[in-house]
């Protein structure tokens, strides 16, 4: 525990004082205050803690001192400082450098807004002397206050009036209150129209802004003004900031432009309640959040990456209703496998196998892989599963894409991790646009023909369900291998079988009649 723990404002303050009066006696001057970040380590003594998220905050706010009119989103996950640095040190930062300029500061409700600003007034109070500011009488509550030198700053609620209100540097901090806000047509449209005509009526010629939000739905305002003004990597406008818990692969059709922390895929976003370094509890915390939200509130929330549901094939309640607890067996298993290509680089794997007259999702494999990969993914899930055939997509590569799972089996048989023959390798070229494939499968699972198994790993496969809508320009690797799969293992979706005999299993023996079986189609 620090030795500052416990002490009050006004005795950190003093003791920063005590500080800076011995470094002037000694011939030594305090660092620049270069940043929020660093302001907020000079003032606010043992509170103020920096890791690797806040720093990237940093790094895209403090340019925005020397460019007029430029513009920022971030998006994060919440409780990791976000509000803290850019709604409260950032405006106070910001008037130390510029401190006759205008700011206004927006949230949801007035009362959030009011809470923020009231914070800064505080941060003006108690260190402002240092850099020159003063509050001035006149005018000093926590909705509107003003300096001595003509800057302040005006909180106030989203679709609250700003007649008479300039604004040299504006921060939106959560439009919306919750999802129900935010799902709501009327409530989206409000947001818009009070953002186009009440705020933006109040910039000056070189004002700057930031928004700051939880993306809760693609049409909320960041979607529309993303898709009204661009981001800066196509030409546009916005820098954004998106820091997903869990590091993704870039995918532009999605919104995901490569992680801005250069992390690797998977690895989690750090936390300033975790210790730099303590990776193990960083995954804990995140998979935590994760077993506690539903998969619309992940992508949203943690992940900053939204789906509607509005028009999707697969509902939360579609899939509640269509997973139970496992059969006792499975008469055959097979593995679906959508490869890596088009541009995507996440490779669909999923396992699924009939029993009682339905065919079950068994367990997903999805992830970031690369050619060599993802095979050897497939082959493993296949003979862990005991797999008579694996069921994979060969629009990019052709043939390759087969002969790619043959020689994968024949390395991991040489490693002595697999053993017996590889299984039957089936080929299918969907001619088919992804609609009309997936549309069969999906009334599959509605009417209890198709379903999950209870407890399984299917979290990827369950939420490309419920993301992808007929339309989208992204390519949901594990909803499109879960759809070869299924259509390769329910016999009304296929136009017809032809048996193998030639296929063995692993101990040599001839496989039951029907384990080995080829779509004609």
Partial sequence: ?????????????????????????????????????????????GVTVERP??????????????????????????QIGKSARGARWFPFWWLTMRPRDRIILASFAASLAQTHGGVVRDYVSMYGGDYGLRLSPKQSTKAAWELTTGGGLRSVGVRGGLSGHPMDLGIIDDPFAGRAEADSPTMREAAWNWYSGVWSARRSPTAREVIIMTRWHQDDLAGRLLDRDGRVEEGGEWVVLHMPAIALAEDRARGIYGDPLAREVGEPLSHPKIEPGDTDGLIRHWSGQRARSTDRDWNSMYLGVPFSAEGALLSE????????????????????????GGGRDSAGVVVAGPSGGHV????????????????????LAAYEHDADRVVIETNYGGD?????VTQAWDRLAAEKLVSGACPYVDGVSSRKSKQLRAEPIAQAIKTGRVKFVQGASLKQLTTEWQMWEPGSTWSPGALD????????????VRSGTMANPARKSRDGMPRRSGLAARRIS
């Fill in 360 to 379: 079950w999702f068994m367990e997903d494999r999805t992830a970031h892989m690369t050619s060599i990969e993802w095979p050897r993914a497939a082959c």
């Fill in 1 to 45: 525990m620090s030795q500052l723990d416990g002490l009050t404002y006004d005795e950190k303050l003093e003791l920063k004082r005590a500080l800076a009066e011995r470094m002037a006696q000694a011939g030594l001057e305090l660092p620049a205050v270069s940043s929020p970040g660093a302001l907020a380590s000079r003032c606010d003594l």
């Fill in 400 to 404: 390759q894409a087969t002969t790619l």
């Fill in 53 to 78: 998220h806040t720093r990237a905050i940093d790094n895209v706010l403090t340019p925005l001192l020397s460019k007029p009119n430029a513009r920022v989103m971030i998006f994060s996950p919440p």
């Fill in 481 to 492: 291998a879960g759809v070869h799969v299924a259509m390769a293992l329910l016999p009304q």
């Fill in 317 to 340: 309640t579609d899939i509640r209703a269509a997973t139970a607890p496992p059969p006792g067996s499975f008469s055959r298993t097979a593995v679906g496998v959508d490869p890596s």
